[in-house]
């Protein structure tokens, strides 16, 4: 027949019938089940963007969002793909005509 060591008493035991004085005691704090996973609504306290007013709760600052019409978007760039930038191109003469105008104010044009 074939025993093991027990770690609790120090003896030996035939393996698969362990005595109840020998298992390993419960913690009763201790559950069977996995823990809970939540998420939960308070944060760092932030600024907002939109109304300058500092947040802790993610619902109240959502909800300041949603009135002032805005979407949150996060970093994941698969949910949401952002807009290109298309940069305007300047108005040459536009912007020569406001050089010449400050030259002009400041005594230095011709």
């Known amino acids: 027949m074939t025993e093991r060591f027990c770690r609790v008493c120090k003896g030996w035991h035939p393996v698969g019938e362990i005595p109840h004085n020998c298992l390993p005691e419960r913690i009763l704090s201790a559950s069977d089940l996995p823990a809970p996973h939540f998420i939960s609504d308070t944060m760092e306290p932030v600024q907002s963007q939109i109304d300058g007013r500092i ?12 009135q002032a019409g805005v979407v949150e978007v996060g970093n994941d760039s698969s949910v949401v793909a952002p807009k290109p930038f298309n940069k305007p191109k300047p108005d040459r003469n536009e912007i020569k005509g406001s050089v010449a105008k400050a030259f002009s104010q400041a005594g230095l044009g011709a």
């Open 55 to 66: 947040y802790d709760s993610k619902h109240t600052l959502r909800a300041s969002y949603k």
